[in-house]
Structure formats: structure tokens, C-alpha cells
């Protein structure tokens, strides 16, 4: 029996984690669930898993959680605030955390699994952009096994050999090839950019998902996050992570060797095949996923990445090579942006505007503790919100 923190509950991957773990009752076994506010979801999701912990960020929110409880008379425990969200990551009695809340706020749970040893399914990536260096350094001192969630690293997770120990160079891979879908802009007309909304940015051809990684896709940042992500899982370098421009989302990324062999891993675009791999892994267990039908797809397609159309996606490339506290910042900037533009208070175009004005005027330093990624966050966030009040 395998018992689980699920941080981020009531999103899209949260959701998705329970939907692969209600279907192998004897396998799992949910110790503490976790929302930001969502507490009537919460409540449905405690009274169906039984959790010994809820927590809630907000308190109001927890207040009325706690409420409902005692009347349903289930005895699940409430608990409030970012200290207990540490606080379910790091529980003696939990083996596994799946480490699912949406941007910066979920790096200090996510940061702590790794440091008390625990099996993380990192599903945040925004962990390994912020503070990349620090994550990997405690799951390698504590012991902690990091398996990949991002579909895309999960799948160059099963394409790696079975001993790779983070070094691409010893094991034969000469290259990380890195499949986006291109989002729902790929072929948009670039003066109709200007005027997009947010729900034709969060209206993603193949994959559903929150509203940020949605926005995230549509900027393509997100793939630009994921190379920083990929640099900091794999061991690799800038330059050996190639994006490929992939429509279908059915290949979900490859690795290539110097021998000339290319290792893929396909499957339909449904995050219950990586949660799933994660969760049983070595092993394999059912994901309720539909098997994948190649004649159904009949083509595969690729195309380079477009630079100019998605200039997020050279502003991670740049902070990756500046290094330091830098993706720290690209990542804060990117945040705010993507934040103001689900308000409607800047245009699609401005978020790498934004993000490129933010690089560019808050200096970067290194990072030797997590105090220095915590400055530059504030600071660049800081930044963000001074230029979109200009
Ligand atoms: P989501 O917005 O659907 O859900 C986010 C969850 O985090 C919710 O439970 C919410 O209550 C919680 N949350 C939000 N802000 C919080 C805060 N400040 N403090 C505590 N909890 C908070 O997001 P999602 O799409 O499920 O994505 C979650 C993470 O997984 C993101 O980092 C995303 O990049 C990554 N990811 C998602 C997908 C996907 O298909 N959705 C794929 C790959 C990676
Ligand atoms: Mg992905």
C-alpha cells in the first residue's frame, strides 16, 4: 500500500490523480488532499478518499470545509495555510507526494518532499525553474526518488536507459528531443495575435489543463519552462534539448543516441498514462487512458519551432544560458503576466513584452540558498506589477 500526499488536489492533475488512484483502492491509500480555496470540491474528494488531513490556504475556506465535515461526521483533520502544505509533504506516514499546485507557491512543499525523501511526482515545474539547482541537490542528498509528471519529461524519462544516472554523455544520448504541440496559436494569423482572449489562449487543441499552463502553451513559455525543467532532470545542457514542434501530441518527446537510435514513447494526450506510470513505477498499473489507435492518427508531424512568433520561448532560452537567479526571474515576470492577462489587463503580446522588461531591469545573481531565489522572486514580481501599472 502506497500512501499519498496529493498537493493541488482540486486541479487538473490533481483530479486526474484520483481518477488513476480510485481505480486501484488496494494500492493507494490518500493521507492528505490540498486546494488553494476550492473547498466544496475538497469535500467531495475527502468524503470519497477519507484523507486523515484537508488544508486549505485560505482560512475562510477552511472554516467552512471543517464545517461540512463535522456534519457529514467524517473526521478528516483541517488544516489551514503554506506551513501545513509543508506540513502534508513531509508526513512520517506518507511514502509518495504528487506534487501538483500550479506556479512559485508550490516550491516550498515541493522542496521539502524532496528534503524529508519522499517518492515526488513533480508535476510543478515551476520547482525546478526557481530553484532547479537546490531541488535536485536535496533529492540527491535525501535519497528522494523524482519521477516526472510533465508528459513530455515522463515520456524522456521511459525513452532514457534504465541506469541513467543524469549523465547524458556516458549514457550514449546525444540529444533531448522536446515535443510541443505548438498551442492553439500555431497557425494564427500574427496580426490577429494582438487581440486573442483568454479563453481562445486556454482553448488548447489537444490537452486540457489549468488556465496558467494554458496560457503557458499559447506563449509557448511553457515549452520554455519545460527545457529548464528538462535541464535540470536530465543533467543536460541548453544546447542539447531541441524543441520540436510536434501538432498531434502523440509522440510526447524522444531521446536520441549516438548510435543513431531515436527512443520514443507515444500515447494519447491524457495525463492518466504519466500519473499512472509515476505512481506504479517500476511497475504498470491500468490508467482508464484509451489505448492509443495509430490508424486513427495516420501522420505524425514536425516542424521547427518558430522563434519569432513565440519569443517566450527564446526568452527561456536566454535565462537558462544567463543561469543564476535569472529563470527565477523569467518565471516570477511570467506569473504576473500571464495572471494580468486572464484579468484582461494586458494584451497577449505584452506577456513577453513584460517578461523581456523584467530580464532586462532586475539584475540576476547567483544562487547560493533559497533566500536568493526568494529575492529575486519578490523582486521580478515586484517589476512585473510596476509595469503593467506604467
Ligand atoms: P490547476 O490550476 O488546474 O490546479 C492547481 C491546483 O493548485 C489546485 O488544486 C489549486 O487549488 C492549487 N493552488 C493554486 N494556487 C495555490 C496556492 N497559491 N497555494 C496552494 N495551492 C494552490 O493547475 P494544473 O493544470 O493541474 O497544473 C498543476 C501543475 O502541474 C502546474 O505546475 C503545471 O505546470 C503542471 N502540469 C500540468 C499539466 C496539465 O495537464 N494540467 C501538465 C503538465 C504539467
Ligand atoms: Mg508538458
Redesign the pocket.
Known sequence: MQRLTI??????????TLDVVARHPDKYQVIAL?????DEL?FDQCRRFQPRYA?L?DADAAERLHARLALAGLTTEVLCG?EA?VRVATLAEVDAVM?????A??MP?TLAAAQAGKKVLL?????LVLAGHLFMEAVHRSGAILLP????HNAIFQSLPHNYAGDMRHSGVSRILLTASGGPFRNTPLEQLHNVTPEQACAHPN????????V?SASMM?KG?EVIEARWLFNAGGDDIQVVVHPQSVIHSLVQYVDGSVLAQLGNPD?RT?IAHALAWPQRIDSGVAPLDLFAVAHLDFVAPDFKRFPCLALAYQALRAGGTATALLNAANEVAVAAFLERRIAFLDIPRLIEAVLGGVPRSEVHALQDVLEADAAAREAAQAWIAR
Open positions: 498537493l493541488g488536489s482540486t486541479g487538473s492533475i490533481g483530479q486526474s490540498t486546494a488553494q480555496q476550492q475538497l488544508v490556504l503554506a502544505l506534487a501538483a499546485i500550479v506556479g507557491a508550490g512543499p508535476a510543478n515545474k515551476e520547482t509528471i510533465d508528459s513530455e490537452w486540457s489543463m489549468g488556465r496558467k499552463i494554458s503557458d511553457n519552462l495525463m504519466p
